[in-house]
T-cell receptor, first 115, second 115 residues
């Protein structure tokens, strides 16, 4: 199983709403990531979790709040977003450990629209 | 810091023909991974092929092969017998095996396949 599952696939939210994006993998990967991708651009790294601890935050505004409840799950909590936050949000995971990091596997993404 | 450059924003190829997508990178490391990811309109990032820097042999996956020139820091992707389903954004990516920072992406090449 090389699948990373993201829900929901589409989300429309108002600027005062609170919503969450979910990501799940069962490959035993201990590194999980959130990326933001605008149209026709490469993904931009937002957060990295390693062994369920936040290891990298790429200066992301606090209206985005990540959470890693266990080694298989990754959430991204959204609050008071702006229209410019509309984008495709991708989750990914990879192995981590003495053997070194390898390729990342991506979910299908959540298409977020902020109105 | 590592950088990845894709100098061809758009490419097109006739169905059944061969096309080569270019990628160059800059790094001071001797051990690393290189990847080509495909992102079709369905938006999921799909790993096409990977190359370990310590391996001199070029990676091949069915109709996809790479030309890895370590000294020149070049990593091109060749798609043979192009099919309509190959139409997508293609991203070249670099990964250091020991860094917590995951993939460094190029800006992407949009490939169109003409029937």
């Amino acid at each position: 199983d090389t699948e990373v599952t993201q829900t929901p696939k589409h989300l429309v939210m108002g600027m005062t709403n609170k919503k969450s994006l979910k990501c799940e993998q069962h490959m035993g990967h201990r590194a999980m990531y959130w990326y933001k991708q605008k149209a026709k651009k490469p993904p931009e790294l937002m957060f990295v979790y390693s062994y369920e601890k936040l290891s990298i935050n790429e200066s992301v505004p606090s209206r985005f709040s990540p959470e890693c409840p266990n080694s298989s799950l990754l959430n991204l909590h959204l609050h008071a977003l702006q229209p410019e936050d509309s984008a495709l949000y991708l989750c990914a995971s990879s192995q981590e450990g003495p053997g070194g990091n390898t390729e990342a596997f991506f979910g299908q993404g959540t298409r977020l629209t902020v109105v | 810091a590592q950088t990845v450059t894709q100098s061809q924003p758009e490419m097109s190829v006739q169905e059944a023909e061969t096309v080569t997508l270019s990628c160059t990178y800059d790094t001071s490391e001797s051990d690393y991974y290189l990847f080509w990811y495909k992102q079709p309109p369905s938006r999921q990032m799909i790993l096409v092929i990977r190359q370990e820097a310590y391996k001199q042999q070029n990676a091949t996956e069915n109709r996809f092969s790479v030309n890895f020139q370590k000294a020149a820091k070049s990593f091109s992707l060749k798609i043979s017998d192009s099919q309509l389903g190959d139409a997508a954004m293609y991203f070249c990516a670099y990964r250091s095996p020991w860094s917590r920072t995951p993939l460094v992406f190029g800006k992407g090449t949009r490939l169109s396949v003409i029937a």
